[in-house]
């Protein structure tokens, strides 16, 4: 018997369990999209930028042209580690997966915070942690990343965008115009899905009256795995496989007959398609003309094909992420870390919504464990 059956009140992982109210984000099923704070995220992707898109996210409303120049100028200020928190990824050893190198300079940082002794639910302070948070994802991902492979991380340059700095803070270059436009629109779609595993665990974190910085260590671990923010990772090492369409085909079928999971496909909560999916399988197609490297766009094609027509999965969001950063030249352990330097505006939006109206979130649970028995002395057993 399942145990939705025997126990009417229970839902394996939690599926269609209202587990809080939100006004950050909204999908809509029937039609597949994403809005945040009501605006559609193919708008924001298409005609916005990722400052604008967290801005939005952290305060409700679209910033006007003089509050975005001030809020992308603070972002620009805050940007640098600490000297601390460089010694720490400095130390971390060399094989260490950049998503636990992220997670080592978070929680060092929060400590360097100017509003470390605030109050948890201090919502001004939250805000300010916020940006703080937001800033220094990228220096601290690629500043892990240079240092992993025995080279000094690069400063941040004021003079860029999140996502130009980025990719300058990670060749030591600075990237075209289209490259990064590319990236500023995947860290745009990246930013914020509702009550996702990792924001909702970073929401179960700050519900204790835990500070923002332990939620973004919380968010991050759990964004690691596959079944979530990994599978970007994972969607791009089973595509690396395939030298041609048919045999990406004939490796699906077989994947599907031998009930193997294939990374980059299904959703909890959409039905028919991931929209972020659709707009980013536009632009790493694109990409791939541009460069005339068509194949990963085709043997993808060949993927989504099986998968649609024998079980009815469509690609999410990291699916066309994999082959797109792929072919950006980006490397391949920096996929899901990219996806924290954006998530990092929906964990926190999240953050403070939940400290802004907290109660304790601590489920109940079924036990199917022994019947109370006496303890017996080591000596006896
Ligand atoms: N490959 C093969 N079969 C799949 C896949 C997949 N990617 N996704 C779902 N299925 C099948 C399951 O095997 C199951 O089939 P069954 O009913 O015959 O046993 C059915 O569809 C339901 O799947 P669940 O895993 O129970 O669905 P759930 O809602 O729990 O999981 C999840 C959703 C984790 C996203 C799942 O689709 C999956 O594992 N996908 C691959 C990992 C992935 O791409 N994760 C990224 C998600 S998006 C994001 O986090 C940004």
């Known amino acids: 018997m399942s145990a939705t059956t025997e126990y009417p009140n229970y839902s394996p992982g939690l599926q269609g369990v209202i587990a809080g109210i939100t006004t950050i984000s909204h999908i809509d099923v029937e039609t597949s999209s994403l809005t945040y704070r009501g605006i559609n995220v193919h708008e924001l992707a298409e005609h916005g930028s990722f400052e604008e898109t967290a801005y939005l996210l952290l305060h409700g409303e679209l910033p006007t042209q003089a509050q975005l120049d001030a809020f ?13 928190v460089i010694d720490a990824l400095r130390a971390c050893p060399k094989n260490m997966h950049p998503m636990d190198q992220v997670k080592v300079a978070y929680s060092v940082l929060g400590a360097f915070d100017a509003d470390y002794e605030a109050e948890p639910t201090d919502h001004d302070a939250n805000v300010r942690k916020a940006v703080r948070i937001i800033a220094k994802a990228a220096t601290a991902v690629t500043a892990g990343y240079r240092l992993s492979q025995g080279k000094e991380p690069v400063a941040p340059d004021a003079n860029l965008n999140t996502a130009a700095n980025f990719l300058y803070m990670l060749h030591g270059e600075k990237a075209d115009d289209y490259t990064v436009k590319v990236m500023d629109a995947s860290l745009t779609l990246y930013a914020e899905h509702t009550f996702n595993a990792s924001a909702f665990a970073a929401r179960v974190t700050v519900a204790t009256l835990s500070d923002l910085y332990s939620g973004i260590a919380t968010g991050i671990g759990t964004l690691k795995g596959p079944l979530h923010g990994g599978a970007n990772e994972e969607a791009m090492h089973m595509l690396m496989q395939f030298n041609s369409p048919e045999e990406a085909e004939a490796w699906t079928r077989d994947a599907l007959a031998t009930k193997k999971k294939i990374m980059g496909f299904g959703h909890r909560e959409y039905r028919k398609s991931d929209s972020r999916a659709g707009y980013l399988t536009k632009i790493a197609k ?25 079980k009815q999965l469509f690609p999410n969001v990291d699916f066309p992420a994999a082959y797109a950063y792929y072919l950006l030249g980006i490397p391949i352990p920096l996929y899901t870390p990219i996806f924290v330097i954006a998530r990092t ?37």
């Open 286 to 310: 694109e990409i791939g003309v541009r460069m005339g490297n068509t194949k990963w766009g085709e043997i993808a094609d060949a993927m989504e094909k099986v998968m649609w027509d024998e």
């Open 72 to 84: 992308r100028a603070t972002l620009a200020a805050e940007r640098e580690l600490p000297g601390a």
């Open 345 to 381: 505006s929906g964990w926190c939006a999240h953050m403070i919504e939940q400290l802004d109206n907290n109660r304790l979130i601590r489920p109940s649970c079924i036990y199917e464990g022994k019947g109370v028995t006496n303890y017996v002395p080591i000596a006896q057993r």
